[in-house]
């Protein structure tokens, strides 16, 4: 695990867009695991921006989606098919046939993730997948008490997470759905490369939990520790409780693979 501090938000996300571009033009057919949510928007403004102004291709890469909620229709403004068709799908130049969620609102949802794990395997895996980590330390929707080995199923979304997703609800809490389809902690794991995108003095705690406390699965995000290719990118406010800062700037500074983004 490597962990990257930024000096604010706007420069983590631009650097993790720059990641993402990086691993696109080297390989113009990987498969992107993408994340939703509120830090994820500047990450897709910048890749958007990186098509207009330097052509960057998404044209023959293949997208899978962390998750999506139980009960809402892909034209639901709420959902994440809505939210990735806004912020990136419509605004590059990627194929739609070649985008995947789960379906939300498949009749047999066991089916369904049985499903959408086989389309992942049969593309090969996950090249590089983002990801963003919850207030209790949640990644996808794997929320405490998940299996470390578990694969894509439905969840129950813990009260937590409610709380934190009610305001893109228009702040009504008895209208954010109670259940998701999400890849498992394994599935992630299973991904080539691993890029978490964290950031605010709110994500402090737990980002000093996930990567330098012990692996729980009541952080599910500690597994990362176990993926042998995950860079964390997190800003001073995120950093703010970590131990290791003085080596995590060392690495940075030294190691040639971030010689051009120093």
Known sequence: MEVIIQPNAAAAAT???RLIARELKANPHI????????TMESVYRI???MYRETHLDFSLCRTFNLDEYVGLPPEDPHSYRYYMNEYLFKNVNVDLRNTHLPNGMAADLSAECARYENAIKQSGGIGLQLLGVGADGHIGFNEPLSALRSHTRV????PATIEQNTPHFGGDKSKVPRRAITMGVGTIL?????LALVTGAHKAEIIAKTVEGPITSMITATALQL?????FVVDEAAAAK???TEYYRWIFANEPEWLEYR
């Open 15 to 17: 650097l993790v867009a």
């Open 31 to 38: 498969v992107l695991g993408l994340a939703t949510g509120a």
């Open 47 to 49: 890749l958007a921006k």
């Open 155 to 158: 969840k129950a979304l813990a």
């Open 190 to 194: 299973s991904s080539h490369r691993c």
């Open 227 to 231: 993926h042998p290719h995950c860079t």
């Open 242 to 244: 970590l131990s290791g």
